[in-house]
């Protein structure tokens, strides 16, 4: 599912170049960053998943510090404020799931007790394409007889020393929207990829 979305860029191709030039002059390859960035963020959704399937705190901590020191260690601090703040609680935790009648699979990240739908980010604040994103999980919790969500949110975790957690709340009809969204990408992707078969 994701790499239907993995195109969609709110600011496009000249804020990518921006930030692939931004490395060039610090010295590093965005290749690298871009694949760090990819760990990252698969790091910190395995770290907070064993906190919410009832894994000792001091651990996970202890285990973010070794593994990505002061990031990593901020990042589960902030996502442990997250869950002092708003109190949630979940009914599902990390759920692969598949659409039958659209032909795409995914794994939602958190489904709340109240309903909403969850999903975790390592960006430093939630991008357009999200809402599409949560739309898909939307439809494929529907499809597989959870109902429509109530809600939904993106939580964004930092990584940089003084940053705290931001949290984006979509409403049902985002959701809608968003799913819309999705499968609009879904068959340009398709098409695409037809495309290239054909010019083979």
């Known amino acids: 599912m994701t790499d239907v979305l993995d195109g969609w860029k ?3 191709v000249d804020a990518l170049m921006g930030w692939a030039a931004k490395l ?3 010295g590093k390859s965005w290749k690298e960053e871009r694949d760090r960035a990819a760990d990252f963020g698969t790091a910190m959704h395995e770290l907070t998943e064993r ?12 285990d973010a510090e070794t593994q990505w020191g002061e990031p990593g260690l901020l990042a589960v601090r902030e996502y442990l404020r997250y869950l002092r703040v708003t109190g949630a609680t979940f009914a599902i935790v990390e759920m692969p799931l598949v659409s039958e009648t659209y032909g795409y699979g995914g794994t939602f990240d958190r489904l709340h007790k109240s309903g909403r739908l969850g ?4 960006s430093k604040q939630a991008r357009v394409s999200y ?18 969500p109530t809600s939904g949110e993106v939580l ?7 940053k705290r957690y931001a949290l984006t709340v979509f409403s049902a009809s985002d959701l809608i ?10 068959d340009l992707h398709r098409m695409g990829n037809e495309i290239a078969r054909m010019l083979g």
């Open 131 to 148: 809402v599409a994103q949560l739309g898909a999980y939307a439809q494929l919790l529907r499809e597989n007889g959870y109902g429509w």
């Open 177 to 186: 929207t968003g799913r819309d969204a999705f499968l609009r990408c879904l």
């Open 119 to 122: 999903d975790i980010k390592t």
């Open 24 to 26: 060039q002059r610090e």
């Open 10 to 12: 709110h600011d496009g």
């Open 156 to 162: 964004c975790l930092p990584k940089e020393a003084g």
């Open 51 to 62: 906190i919410d399937l009832g894994e000792d705190v001091d651990r996970v901590l202890e």
